[in-house]
């Protein structure tokens, strides 16, 4: 079948998945019998993003894999009360979760107590005919601790699964049974549902962990209406409409402030800690929380399109896009296991039959107990859950990574390419100089600059229009055109007017005045002779310095800007910032080529890091693309593979310490998976260790591997 590929695609949980590997086994089938390539199941989230016309297909496959995990649309979802406390979709109802596990810490310790009763007593026990009370006691406990586990075991052997940790449990308990090892089987089941119960409240705990970093999702919204407030949902709230925001109140939409004076506090959006000031006229986004003043907003995005909407879902998403190592352990886990099971069978049957005087009870015994450690889980959960907790701490620093495999990405970097204006710099232009010659004086030279610019959106076409002071009339400009990397050009009253670089000058055949002022010079040209020039500058951020050298310590071998300002402007900044090359000058096409020569030069992967509005091809183009400033770009976040919420370039190299601190601690519970399986399989192959040890390499290595991967979230 060919893989289909969409982006049609709508949000689904899958309420009641609890195990990584059948999460794993689900993926896989979907992928291939459905051809849904792009299909990846989101365990840390529980969730997946299909094509919602397969969704009927879909869940017949999870029938099979896991009954009892139902595929649930995310809207039905949130309405029907599972995840009141995160329509997310990142945990559900705490009340609901709490039940089943209340259910079996009372099975367990009903249990418990009469294994207890049956160790006690064991030889009264035994001495009842056909020891049929000690049977009796010691089958109880594992009905009531096991028979989930067997259920589920036989499900899967009807549909040829042998090898998940159900079956193997199962084999591994039944045959102590058969060979007289009642304590054992019992125990084994017993400190296997403990261990499987402390895991899935680590589990829950993490997936509620995540939820609280990202809980920015207002609840409901207070809108005006008809000279009324009404206190509805954010969804049902109209663009056009306004809302009022009181203070200590999350603002419910993306809007523009049309009443009131306040200070909001956007870290939960941007991860910057100084609330911002607003006044009317000022964009505030959905998900800040207003400070002490009262504030009417008027909404200018539906929610399913509000800032707080898009971060959610990206974090979400980014679940879907799975780092080499997980796609690795994956299919590793595939092999690892029936290959362990294997070799336990070789274990029970060969040295009985080659080994002069070897039992056949002893060498079974030291085979389910390779059974017992041959499950993969710690890995399979855990790696899973480390980077998905790395997603949710960068996106609690202000930092939306848009899958894990660019965190990968982001611990390989060997050089960073930097977008000058709007990156490294302000992007904020502020007239500086007027210089008039040829007759006219400065301010012919700002008036006409300011007409013939008043059409343009450009930084530097508002800082002119700002400089002029009133509002251009734009009735006395026609014949306008912009030309991309030069400037522009109109009639203004009737005469010709060219403003722009030097090399618009020479287009038209007009020589450029030299200045060695440091900043961006326009020229401006009136009736074909050279009016005069107008110097503009753009301030360098503060942490800039800061960022590059941040990038260096971390061991990025190489740093370049490009811009599309003067050459002598360029190497300015770049010396300033300790920038190793600058390529200046350059038109918007020209980026592309350039970066594909510096990324052919490096030896490691190249990260592209620019403002996000014109720079969408090079965003694209690079091993990570970085998109700053950009929360409110649509453009950016879809070009982009990490996005930073707010101005600062220090926040590159945050993101690329997240994601080194995540992949050591998904490496971490890599070694030590493997390690002490490793250790407790050898041991057990030739009698050294019991079942009770491979008890704990097998939960209990998982249950300090998802602990371990908790970490991540501290980022």
Same mark, same amino acid.
């Given at each position: ?39 990846? +199941? ?14 009927? @297909?879909?869940?017949?496959? +999870?029938?099979?894999? /896991? =009954? ?6 995310? /809207? ?16 559900? *109802? ?108 680590? !589990? ?5 962990? +995540? @939820?609280?970093?990202? *809980? ?74 207003? &400070? ?29 896009? @799975?780092?080499?190592? /997980? ?24 040295? =009985? ?10 060498? $079974? ?20 859950? &480390? %980077? ?38 302000? &992007? ?39 400089? %002029?002071? @009133? ?5 006395? $400009? ?14 203004? *009253?009737?005469?010709? !007017? ?25 020229? $401006?040209?009136?009736? &074909? ?15 800039? #310095?800061?960022? $590059? ?33 600058? %390529? ?13 020569? +510096? ?22 183009? #690079? ?6 400033? #950009? ?6 976040? /879809? ?35 493997? #390690? ?40």
């Amino acid at each position: 079948m060919q893989p289909v590929r969409t982006h049609q695609t709508a949000k689904f949980t899958l309420q009641g998945l609890d195990c990584a590997s059948c999460a794993a086994k689900i993926e896989v089938a979907v992928q291939r019998e459905m051809g849904l390539s792009d299909a990846a +199941i989101n365990f840390a989230a529980r969730t997946i993003f299909l094509p919602p016309q397969y969704a009927p @297909k879909v869940q017949e496959i +999870i029938d099979r894999i /896991e =009954p009892g995990v139902v595929l649930v649309a995310a /809207e039905e979802d949130d309405g029907a009360g599972e995840d009141d406390d995160a329509s997310d979709g990142l945990s559900g *109802d705490h009340d609901a979760e709490e039940a089943p596990h209340k259910t079996r810490v009372t099975e367990i310790a009903v249990a418990a107590s009469l294994m207890v009763l049956g160790l006690v007593f064991h030889t009264a026990l035994q001495r009842t005919p056909y020891a049929a009370g000690e049977y009796a006691v010691f089958l109880s406990a594992y009905w009531l601790v096991g028979r989930h586990v067997v259920a589920a075991a036989f499900r899967n052997f009807r549909h040829g699964n042998f090898f998940d940790e159900n079956a193997l449990m199962t084999v591994a308990t039944v045959g102590a049974f058969l060979i007289g090892e009642l304590p054992e089987a019992v125990g084994v089941m017993l400190f296997y549902s403990i261990g499987e119960e402390l895991q899935d409240r680590a !589990v829950d705990r993490s997936r509620r962990s +995540i @939820k609280n970093l990202l *809980d920015v999702r207002p609840e409901t919204a207070r809108v005006l209406r008809n000279g009324a407030e009404h206190t509805v949902a954010p969804e049902n709230v109209r663009v056009g409409e306004r809302v009022l925001v009181r203070p200590g109140e999350k603002v419910p939409l993306d809007g523009t402030v049309a009443g009131g004076t306040s200070f909001v506090d956007t870290s939960a959006l941007t991860g910057e800690s100084v609330p911002r000031r607003v006044v009317p006229g000022d964009t505030v986004l959905a998900g800040s929380v207003n &400070g002490q003043g009262l504030l009417t907003v008027t909404v200018a995005k539906p929610f399913a399109e509000s800032s707080v909407s898009r971060i959610l879902e990206l974090v979400e998403r980014a679940g879907a896009r @799975k780092a080499r190592t /997980e796609r690795f352990i994956t299919q590793f886990s595939r092999y690892y296991t029936p290959a362990v099971a294997a070799i336990a069978l070789g274990v029970a049957l060969l040295p =009985p039959l080659l080994l002069p005087g070897a039992q056949l009870s002893e060498w $079974v015994y030291r085979a389910l107990v390779l059974l017992v450690i041959s499950c993969p889980c710690a890995l399979v959960l855990s790696i899973p859950l &480390g %980077y998905f907790g790395g997603i949710g701490g960068a996106a609690r620093s202000g930092i939306l990574v848009k899958g894990a495999n660019f965190l990968d990405v982001l611990t390989q970097l060997d050089t960073v390419v930097f977008d000058k204006t709007g990156t490294l710099t302000q &992007g904020v232009f502020r007239v500086q100089q007027i210089a008039a010659v040829n007759g006219f004086s400065q301010d012919e030279v700002l008036e006409y600059a300011a007409l013939a610019e008043s059409f343009s959106n450009h930084p530097i076409a508002a800082s002119i229009v700002d400089a %002029y002071g @009133k509002e251009p009339n734009r009735s006395r $400009v026609d014949r306008y055109e912009e030309i991309p990397g030069q400037g522009v050009v109109a009639h203004v *009253d009737g005469r010709p !007017v060219a403003l722009g670089n030097a090399r618009l000058l020479r287009r038209f055949g007009i020589a450029d005045v030299q200045t060695e002022r440091t900043g961006t010079v326009v020229h $401006v040209a009136i009736d &074909g002779r050279l009016a005069g020039t107008i110097t503009i500058a753009d301030e360098v951020k503060a942490d800039a #310095a800061q960022a $590059v050298g941040s990038l260096r310590r971390l061991g990025v071998r190489r740093t370049v800007m490009l811009t599309g300002d003067r050459a002598e402007v360029a190497r300015s900044v770049a010396t300033d910032l300790a920038i190793d090359e600058v %390529y200046a000058e350059l038109l918007p096409e020209d980026k592309v080529e350039i970066f594909e020569r +510096i990324a052919a030069k490096g030896n490691g992967r190249v990260a592209f890091v620019g403002d996000g509005i014109n720079d969408a091809p090079v965003l694209t183009r #690079a091993d990570v693309g970085i998109a700053m400033g #950009a929360l409110g770009s649509d453009a950016a976040i /879809e070009a982009a593979d990490v996005v930073i919420m707010d101005d600062a370039p220090t926040k590159v190299a945050r993101a690329v310490e997240i994601a080194r601190r995540t992949r050591s601690i998904v490496w971490q519970n890599i070694a030590l998976a493997l #390690a002490v399986k490793g250790i407790v399989l050898a041991l057990g192959a030739f009698g050294l260790t019991h079942m009770w040890q491979a008890v704990f390499a097998d939960v209990g290595v998982a249950l300090l591997a998802v602990m371990n991967a908790t970490r991540a979230l501290r980022a």
